[in-house]
Each structure stands twice: as structure tokens, then as C-alpha cells.
């Protein structure tokens, strides 16, 4: 009997603290320590795992420091602000720094976050901003890449801004962004600009908080570490219908609203409007007492009520009693009340009668004015004369309404979503013929490229390859246009070479040699036999699609460029996805279709030896493309392939194969196979057969061997030493990670 009532005793004890540890406005559990050093630790975050929701938001307070300072969980991250959903962390700049001889004497030039399994993204408050005279950067993650080039002459020309453009370029980062790297590189090794600019710098950090200074050239790594990275915070990856469907529990708690997070990744909890505190805390949100605050939202008498408040007037005034409504005025005649509320009473019986059948039928009226709306700013009219101008006419092209799609798609449910790549969603679509689609829903549109954008649709449904995925059609009564193209049943190459569950991929020797054939033919046939010439600018592995047979069928023109026969290159901002991109391109912004022969060579590394094309956990070389073609350079082609690929019966073709990939890697241009020869190569060596049986006169038979085609291993003049051009070697360094 005691020891229960000592229980009860410490339970109530343990209630009222927590009651009045939220009367006191704390926003911790009881027990919990509400700060370290001088930041506040609301709940769900906490110092210590049982003061903590969950092991992401357990914040390590080190004490070494005086004052101490939070970290997430385990990590060195360090966090300078929580709120609400927001987390703030201290960052950490990519940096180098070279002597007045070009020779690197700080060398910081590999960033990297990684943030899969946590519940934080990156907020789009951040920008890259990339700093220097002689600067380039390139960033991204598996779905998203982006960078520029910071250059400029003179200190003169140097002027303190937000991020002027000379000495300073900015690009932005997508939503729901989980993993961020940055390489750093130079061209010039800052030789030209050293007297006044010896470093150079990338970061991610919160825009609104960085000022441009000439002066960072010379503190780089102290000026930049105060800005800080923001990070979206949400509770697990369910949506709150989803949370509440699935399990029938919420963390939210009373006097509390769901609201999805802003990247649609989990959940974050919120007070009710009338109340304050912490949602996620037991009676963590408290009413707010209007009437008490300085600013009383009431002109006559206020009242408190739970939530909420009450305005009133004086018994000689008339109004609402709100200062942001008809508020106080005195009586100077009787108001026919009776009169009033008849008059009222009656229209509202009548707007009730007739009301709802007009909202139905105006709320119909809006929907079919806004589509077309859509359909005409989108260019609707436009496409129709465009593809009727094509061979083929209209029937070639379907234009599908807003209404069919969301039926196909369940009204772009969630669960139909195919993939997310940094340039939209693509989603699985059941159309009323039972044929299924992938519809995919860009993320941005840029009005201004309207016209181009008509123009591509209308070439690429003329697209007839039967290694290319087939744009069926698209829908321009939406906001942003949404494009249809045929389904591919069997996942992408990127899938079947790195994200099988076996040791060993899942795809035979025959079989890659017949993708990449396939693949050379298609991306052949987008550089000459179309109508225009396509350059696809985004080749890699998960663009390459695989339907039930193994058939490879490229695709994702989003990034894609229309190349007029009359040009050899394109002036553009730079696009693609890191580990693929071509570094002369990178380098110049001039984009030719020697760049998609570049990405064609790292997917043919890929085949050879399964590895991806970046990856951090790799000891030395991060980068595939340069391991590959050094290895190649040293004679040790055998030892990065993947195990148990090479066998006595494909040796010739597996090292005829590597030495067509390391042409493809050449880093210059002009050096490069073009596509078509790529593609012939890949057929003859499709075609050869190392044993030839032929019938001795003694009637026994006997194999000849048979010396495959030559394929020119000239893409490299040596120097003596290395075997690389002096650019080239340059560019080499300058997209490889740091040792």
C-alpha cells in the first residue's frame, strides 16, 4: 500500500510539472533540459534520446565549448537556430586556396551532405553560391545537378552586392532535396588573378543572409561559415491523411493541426489558430488569451473563450465591436429589427433554394474556363497548327484534357508515382482503353521558351525509333503542360546495375553488349536521321529504359535541346547530371552533340564494371570516368571490372568494348567518335564471333581465331610522361574529388 501510493504520488508530481512547465511557456518534456549554451531545444527535439522524439532529433550538447553547442544526433553538424519546422546549421564551405605559382596550398574542394533516412531536406531558402575570379563548381545529387562559373579581371571590377555576377554566381536548389555535393575547380589555377583573389569557394547557404564582400577572397572559410543552411524538418514520410489512414495515430496533439510538409515528405504539427505552445507536447498548446494581449482585436467589450474570443458592443452602440470590422457606433434611432430580420430571413431562404444548384454550375463554368485558359497560354492553338504542319498531321499527336489524366492517374495519387527526377514526377497512367502511360508533371515551365517548347513536342511525336520511348502526346490544360509518353514495364539499366539485391548484377554480358548497341542506335538516330537534330544532354543509366525482353529504349527529354542542322554548338546554361557530364562542356557552356557521346562512354564504363558513376565510398577515385580511363592508362582494365563478367569467350570483346568507351571519354570533343560511328562499332562487335569453325580436309573441325576490327586508341597525345594534354589534365584534376 505504500509503495502505490508513493507511485501515484510521483505520477501526479510528474503531471504537474509537465502542466506547469507549459503554463510557463517551456517547450520541453519534464526533466528535459530546454537549451544548450544559447539555443533554444524545443520538442520534438531534445538533449538526450529519452528527451527526444526520435534518434534524428536527439541533439548532442557539447559541453567543450563554452558556451556549449547543440549537434545533430551523432554528427558534427551544428545547429544555430531551431524553429518551428525549420532547422538551422552552421556551414561548411568547399574551399581552395592556390600559391602565386598555380600550386594548391589549401585544398577544401569536396562538400558533402547526405541526409537519406533522416527527416530533413533541404530548404529552397539555400542557393549554391559560388565565389572567385577564376571558380567553377559543380553541384548536385543522383537526381539533380547545377553549377556555375565565377570569373572576372580586375579588382576594380568587384563591387559588394548580394551576388553581383562578377566574382560571385548563385544557381537554386530543387524541393525535397535530401543529399548535396559540391566539387570545386579552377581553370587557370588562379595564376591570373592571384595578386588579388588567391581562392575560390562554393557553399550552400540561406540567400537572404549573404552579402558579397571582395574582401572573402582573403578570409574565405571564417567570412562564409556564418551563414547558415537551412533545413526542413517533418515528422516521418507519410502525408497526414496518410499518417491517420494507415496507422490511425498522429503526434499532433490537441488543440493541433497536420499540415504536409512543404517538400510533401512527412509532416509537421501546428497550434490552432487561438492557441500557442508546442504541438507536439501534451497540453502543449495553450489558449491565448486575446482580450489580455496589448493589441485587443476588440473596440467594445471583449470576451475570452477557449480557441477564440468574443467582441461585443455597449448596449448604446450597434456593430460587430471588431477594430477590423464595422466596430463601435453609437445608437441615434431605433433599428426596425423585426423589419431587418424578416427582410434577411427571407434572402436567405431564397439564396439557400437557389444557391447550391448556381455554385455547381459556376464552380463547372470556372473549371472548364481555367483549362481553357491553360490551353491557350500554353500554346494550344499553336501545337494544333504545328503538328498539322508535320508529316503524320494531328492524328500523330494526341492532345489529352486535364479530366482524362487525372482519371488515369487517380487524380495524381502518390501511389502511382513511377520516379522523381530533378525536372518532375512522372506518374502511371491507366487510360479508359486500358493502355498505360507515364505522364510526366514538370516542375517549372518557362513561359518564355514557349514557343520551342510547341515546336519540341511537335518533332518529338514525329520521334519513330523503336529504341526510343514514344511521346504519345500532352496536356496543355493544366498549369504546367503535362507530357504522355508509352510505358516501360522493366525499371531502368541505372536499377538493374546498382540496385539489385545480389552481389552481382542481374544483367548477362550479352545483354549489355546488345543495351549499349541499342542505346548508340537511338541516340544515333536523335543526332542525324530525325527531322531536326536532338542533342539528349541527360544520357545516363536511369534514362535508359528497359521493357520485359531487355529492349533498351532511351529516354527523358527534359533537359533535351533542339540542334539546328546549320550549328555545330549550342550557348547554353549548363545541364546534366554530375558523373556524366562532359567536362569540356562544363568548362566552355558550349554544348555539341560530342557532350551525349561523353555521358554514352561513362554508361559504357558502367556496363564494364557496375560501378557508379560517382560515388563517395569509393577510397580513391570517386569519379568513374577518370578511374576508368587511368586504369586503362596503367593496364588495369581487369581489375575494376565487375567480377565474373569476363570469361574465355568474350575477353577480345570486353577489352574492345573498354578501349570504344575510353574514345567516347576523350576530353576533348573533337577527338570523340561521333555517334553513328559509336553505334557501327558496337554492331561490328555485336557481330564477331572468335571462333570460326571451319572443316579440315581430314573432315575434324577446327577453330581459327579471328582479329577483331581496330578500333584507334589515339585520343591521347602523350607527352613523355603522363600521356595526357596539359588541358586535359587540368580538366581531369578539376572533375575528380580531392585525394
Given amino acids: 500500500m505504500p509503495c502505490t501510493v508513493a507511485l501515484l504520488l510521483s505520477v501526479l ?6 502542466l506547469a512547465a507549459t503554463v510557463n511557456g517551456t517547450e520541453q518534456k519534464a526533466g528535459c533540459k530546454s537549451k544548450c549554451g544559447n539555443i533554444d531545444i524545443p520538442y520534438p527535439f531534445g538533449i538526450g534520446r529519452q528527451c527526444s522524439m526520435e534518434k534524428w532529433t536527439n541533439i548532442n550538447c557539447n559541453t567543450t565549448f563554452s558556451p556549449p553547442k547543440p549537434f545533430i544526433a551523432t554528427s558534427n553538424l551544428e545547429i544555430v537556430h531551431i524553429s518551428g519546422f525549420e532547422v538551422r546549421i552552421k556551414n561548411v564551405p568547399a574551399t581552395s586556396c592556390y600559391s602565386q605559382s598555380g600550386a594548391l596550398v589549401e585544398d577544401f574542394s569536396l562538400l558533402n551532405f547526405n541526409f537519406y533516412g533522416t527527416p530533413y531536406t533541404f530548404s529552397t531558402k539555400n542557393k549554391l553560391t559560388i565565389l572567385g575570379c577564376d571558380t567553377n563548381a559543380m553541384s548536385g545529387s543522383a537526381n539533380y545537378s547545377s553549377g556555375c562559373i565565377s570569373l572576372c579581371e580586375k579588382r576594380e571590377n568587384l563591387m559588394n552586392s548580394s551576388c553581383p555576377g562578377i566574382g560571385c554566381c548563385q544557381t537554386s536548389i530543387p524541393k525535397r532535396l535530401k543529399e548535396f555535393y559540391v566539387i570545386l ?40 561559415i556564418d551563414i547558415p543552411i537551412v533545413l526542413n524538418f517533418a515528422v516521418g514520410n507519410q502525408t497526414c491523411k496518410e499518417a ?50 496589448g493589441n485587443n482585436p476588440c473596440e467594445g467589450i471583449c470576451i475570452n473563450s477557449e480557441g477564440s474570443y468574443k467582441c461585443s458592443c455597449p448596449d448604446d452602440s450597434y456593430g460587430d465591436g471588431r477594430r ?34 448556381l455554385f455547381h454550375s459556376l464552380k463547372k463554368r470556372q473549371v472548364s474556363k481555367l ?90 511525336t514525329q520521334l519513330n525509333h523503336r529504341n526510343v520511348v514514344k511521346l504519345m502526346g500532352c496536356c496543355l490544360e493544366t498549369e504546367i503542360p503535362l507530357l504522355v509518353y508509352e510505358f516501360v514495364s522493366n525499371g531502368t539499366l541505372y536499377h538493374h ?57 532511351v529516354a527523358d527529354f527534359g533537359a533535351s535541346k533542339l540542334n539546328p542542322s546549320d550549328q555545330t554548338q549550342i550557348d547554353t546554361l549548363v545541364q546534366g547530371t554530375m558523373g556524366y557530364l562532359d567536362p569540356e562542356y562544363f568548362h566552355t557552356s558550349q554544348l555539341t552533340e560530342k557532350s551525349d557521346v561523353y555521358s554514352f562512354g561513362v554508361v559504357l564504363a558502367e556496363l564494364l564494371t557496375a560501378k ?3 560515388c563517395f565510398e569509393r577510397s580513391q577515385e570517386r569519379n568513374l570516368a577518370t578511374h576508368f580511363i587511368l586504369s586503362m592508362k596503367e593496364n588495369n582494365l581487369f581489375q575494376i571490372l565487375e567480377a565474373g563478367l569476363v570469361n574465355e569467350k568474350n575477353t577480345v570483346q570486353v577489352q574492345a568494348l573498354a578501349k570504344l568507351a575510353k574514345r567516347c571519354l576523350s576530353l576533348k570533343g573533337e577527338t570523340r567518335p561521333s555517334m553513328k560511328e559509336v553505334a557501327a562499332e558496337l554492331d561490328r ?31 591521347y597525345s602523350t607527352d613523355g610522361t603522363s600521356g595526357l594534354y596539359s588541358m586535359e589534365k587540368q580538366m581531369l584534376r578539376s572533375m575528380n574529388f580531392p585525394r
Avoid at 417 to 432: A, F, H
Fill in 324 to 357: 477590423d470590422g464595422s466596430g463601435c457606433t453609437k445608437k441615434n434611432k431605433k433599428i426596425p429589427v423585426l423589419q431587418l430580420s424578416l427582410g434577411l430571413g427571407g434572402g436567405i431562404v431564397v439564396l439557400l433554394l437557389g444557391g447550391s444548384g
Fill in 13 to 18: 508530481w510528474l503531471l504537474l510539472a509537465s
Fill in 685 to 715: 562487335l555485336r557481330g564477331f564471333v572468335k571462333q570460326t569453325r571451319t572443316k579440315h580436309s581430314s573432315g575434324k573441325t577446327m577453330s581459327v581465331e579471328c582479329d577483331l576490327y581496330a578500333i584507334p586508341s589515339g585520343s
Fill in 612 to 614: 557508379k558513376p560517382l
Fill in 497 to 553: 546495375l546498382h540496385e539489385n539485391s545480389d552481389e552481382h548484377s542481374s544483367v548477362s554480358w550479352e545483354d549489355r553488349l546488345r543495351i549499349a548497341a541499342e542505346t548508340a542506335e537511338a541516340i544515333a538516330y536523335l543526332h542525324s536521321a530525325a527531322s531536326t537534330p536532338i542533342i539528349h544532354r541527360d544520357v545516363k543509366s536511369a534514362n535508359i529504359l528497359l521493357d520485359s525482353n531487355f529492349t533498351a529504349k
Fill in 371 to 460: 483549362n481553357q485558359k491553360y490551353f491557350q497560354q500554353n500554346g494550344g492553338l499553336l501545337l494544333k497548327q504545328n503538328i498539322a504542319s508535320h508529316e503524320g498531321g494531328v492524328e500523330s499527336t494526341k492532345i489529352y484534357t486535364a479530366k482524362e489524366l487525372k482519371l488515369a492517374t487517380n487524380n495524381f495519387d502518390r501511389s502511382q508515382i513511377l520516379g522523381q527526377g530533378g525536372y518532375g514526377t512522372v506518374y502511371k497512367g491507366t487510360l479508359p482503353d486500358l493502355s498505360i502511360v507515364a505522364i510526366k508533371k514538370s516542375k517549372i515551365f518557362d513561359e518564355s521558351q514557349l514557343g520551342q517548347f510547341i515546336n519540341e513536342v511537335a518533332i518529338l
Fill in 244 to 293: 491517420k489512414d494507415n496507422s490511425g495515430t498522429i503526434v499532433c496533439t490537441e488543440n493541433s493541426d497536420c499540415y504536409d510538409s512543404v517538400d510533401d515528405i512527412g509532416y509537421i504539427c501546428n497550434c490552432s489558430t487561438g492557441y500557442k505552445g508546442n504541438p507536439y507536447l501534451n497540453k502543449g498548446c495553450q489558449d491565448v488569451n486575446e482580450c489580455e494581449d
Fill in 185 to 224: 575547380g579552377s581553370i587557370y589555377n588562379y595564376t591570373n588573378v592571384w595578386s588579388f583573389d588567391p581562392c575560390g569557394a562554393a557553399f550552400l547557404g540561406e540567400q537572404d543572409m549573404y552579402t558579397f564582400k571582395a574582401s572573402d577572397f582573403f578570409n574565405i572559410r571564417s567570412s562564409l
